[in-house]
């Protein structure tokens, strides 16, 4: 990456970001229909970064490993076990799996 | 809307944990832009200017599968187009000035929204933004460090669990607001509607089309969704308030 195209990539998400905060976001704040959306949107694009961290693996969908982690760290979550310990939960089981050749 | 279970539990060793994480995706990314034949000072900046190691992995991948620098920058400014969306949503959470409007854009990071978006009131949801996401940003600026001095000293990020551990961090910072009908159904939505797509649409679309998901789930009524209480056995719990601009 050259100097040209970091400017570039670095203008670009600062222009995205600022849109998104200020000038979508600041619409929230006078049209109460937005204001529920403003709290569903980014529970919807969370979710779809989990999914798609979980079950996908550049441009294919794959159950590999990291399901097996990502299942065992939201036992973690569900008996409201500290982050650390979902943190080290998932990484274990992820890597215990791939240690084992259960999963790629 | 109850506390996430972040709230409840983000002492120093969650910060550490959470910055780890971060530091070993920043030595991973950054040690690929090296190997990219990126300088030095350019991944530095990148680090911080750019702010995004998925935008970083996505320009990398088009370059090492042959394609032009211009695709590249395609590639990871749509990736990081959803930190817009992450933008607009903390854009009314608490009241903020425009520095910290600038600094909070510029550093927001999926775990840090999601805890700020679900807690109980504004004033933590600006601690557990600042929390989560400095300490993730820390991390994340060490480890690149890190990357562009000695390499990738991690390894195969993979071996190690690592790409679990991010989506486990959603998850859990998460896993309160989908007790209402409302944010459950935006959230399943948005999940599958993402991952249907990864095969066919350019990378990071399906986030933005994910993102449509709200619109639908905004006509689902709020109210609890009943499944914890089953399983739990407990009494239900009172429903959320509802909203006023529903029907």
Do not use: C
């Not at chain 1, 998400?13 to 600022?18: F, G, P």
């Not at chain 1, 693996?57 to 310990?85: E, N, Y």
């Amino acid at each position: 990456m050259s100097f040209v195209a970091l400017a570039i990539l670095s203008v670009g998400n600062a222009i995205t970001r600022a849109l998104g905060m200020f000038v979508l976001g600041r619409r929230a704040a006078v049209n109460p229909r937005w204001t529920k959306l403003m709290a569903l949107v980014p529970i919807a694009v969370v979710a779809a970064v989990f999914a798609v961290q979980t079950f996908t693996s550049r441009d294919q969908i794959v159950l590999d490993a990291r399901v097996a982690g990502v299942a065992a760290a939201s036992v973690a979550v569900w008996r409201r076990a500290p982050m650390v310990l979902v943190v080290i939960v998932a990484a274990g089981v992820t890597a215990g799996v791939r240690a084992l050749h259960l999963g790629g | 809307m109850q506390d996430s279970e972040a709230v409840r539990g983000l002492g120093p060793a969650d910060l550490v944990a959470l910055a780890a994480a971060s530091m070993a995706v920043g030595v991973a990314v950054s040690a690929i832009m090296i190997d990219i034949g990126t300088s030095p000072a350019v991944v530095m900046l990148a680090t911080v200017t750019a702010f995004s190691g998925s935008g970083e992995l996505a320009f990398a991948a088009v370059i090492l599968s042959g394609g032009s620098v211009a695709a590249g920058l395609v590639s990871a400014l749509l990736v990081s187009s959803r930190f817009g969306l992450m933008a607009m949503s903390i854009a009314n959470r608490w009241p903020m000035t425009v520095w910290e409007r600038i600094a909070a854009m510029q550093i927001s990071g999926e775990p840090a929204v999601a805890a700020a978006v679900t807690a109980g009131d504004p004033r933590t949801a600006r601690r557990l933004y600042w929390q989560i996401a400095g300490a993730m940003g820390i991390g994340w600026v060490l480890g690149s460090a890190v990357g562009v001095a000695v390499g990738n000293v991690i390894g195969n990020t993979r071996s190690i669990g690592l790409d679990a551990v991010f989506p486990a961090v959603l998850l859990g910072t998460v896993a309160a607001a989908l007790r209402s009908r409302d944010t459950a159904a935006a959230a399943v939505l948005g999940g599958v509607i993402a991952v249907v797509l990864v095969p066919f649409a350019p990378a990071g679309v399906p986030f933005l089309v994910a993102a449509l998901a709200a619109i639908i789930a905004s006509r689902v009524p709020a109210g609890p969704l009943g499944l914890r209480d089953l399983v739990t056995g407990r009494g239900r719990r009172p429903a959320p308030p509802t909203r006023d601009d529903l029907p």
